[in-house]
C-alpha cells in the first residue's frame, strides 16, 4: 500500500486518520493487518509533510500494518513549487519518486523472501 498525504496544521488529514481507523478493524483480521505499506508527504512548510507522515506511520502501524520505515519522500514547499508546473514535470521530483518506488519495491522484496528464508532454516 502506499499513502501520498499533505500535512494538515502539523498532522495528516482527518479524513486519512478515519480510513486509516476503519480498515483497521477487526484488528488482527483486517484488510491492512500485515500488509506493507510506505508513506510519502508533502506540505506548504519546508519539512514537507514529515509530521503528518510520522502521524500516518504510527497510526498505521498501531492498526496493524507493516510500516516500511526505511522508504521516505518529503516534498516541501509544494504550494509554491508546483504552482506553475505539474510535479511530473519537475526532473527532481520525478528522480526522488522513482528512487522511493526502487526502495519501496526492495524492501517488499526482502518482505517476502523473509518468509522463505526462515522456512528452509526450519
Known sequence: MLIVTPEHNGTMPANLKNAIDWSSRPFGVSAISGKPVAIIGTSFAQYG?????????????????????????????????????????DAEIVEQLRAFLAEFVTELDALEAAPAAEEQAA
Open 49 to 89: 509533510g514529515v509530521w503528518a507522515q510520522n502521524e500516518a506511520r504510527k497510526a498505521l502501524g498501531i492498526a496493524g500494518a507493516k510500516v516500511i520505515e526505511n522508504t521516505v519522500l518529503a516534498v516541501p514547499n509544494s504550494m509554491v513549487r508546483f504552482a506553475e508546473t505539474h510535479p511530473k514535470d
